[in-house]
């Protein structure tokens, strides 16, 4: 029987996509578990489902600051109190520079977007220029790999391929990110949105998730 599957669409400007790339990538819970990272721009996504962004809805932008911090304390995830210098900031260009590495490099894609998303929101780093994220690239990947990635980030090929990302993830339903695509062991898929549906993910995968108070204050949480 073939090992289940998680696609996880994402953008270096969300938290909660933050959330989820940690989790997912340090919890013994997703192990077995093939994981595939795929940038996506979340203000496409918005554009075209109609969506206000969640921090100009009155009410909802401290609501969010405080879920994020929430979350990121009950599964010991890295996060500053404040949030970067202009956030949200254009996340366009890395998410170019992320696509090239799909393709020039896609065992690395997990450890650059921890790298990024810690140096973002623990860090409080912008990464929004090439001057402020290709020093991150060339500390996880080294000078070789992250000149590659570099000289393609501009590509026609990234772009378009940002750009199939994006549609890919609308195409399967989604309106925001984080954006879960599972595939169990079985080939059944389902799609989740959202960080606080972690749970159902690794239901729906077949996967063991932590139980009573052994299992972590997130998981007895999201539980």
Known sequence: ????????????????????????RNSPVFAACDVTFVPALLRGIFTHCGNTAPITVKNKSPWINRERLRWARLFAVPM????????????????????????????????VLAALYHASFASLQRVSTAEEFLPIFSAVLGKEIADT??????????????????????????????????????????????????????????????VGRGGGAGWRAVL
């Open 80 to 111: 500053a109190e404040q949030v970067p210098p202009g956030w949200p900031y254009s996340s366009v260009a890395v998410l170019r520079a992320l696509t090239a590495l799909t393709v020039i490099a896609p065992e690395k894609v997990g450890a």
């Open 149 to 210: 990635v570099a000289a393609q980030c501009n590509s026609e090929e990234a772009k378009k391929l940002l750009v199939a990302n994006t549609d890919a993830a609308i195409a399967s339903g989604a309106f925001g990110l984080p954006w879960f695509m599972a595939t169990d062991a079985a080939g059944t898929t389902e799609c989740f949105w959202g960080f606080d549906h972690l749970a159902q993910v690794a239901a729906h995968l077949g996967l063991e998730r932590p």
């Open 1 to 24: 029987m073939a090992a289940p599957r998680l696609t996880l669409y994402v953008d270096v400007v969300s938290p909660f996509s933050y959330l989820a790339v940690h989790v997912v």
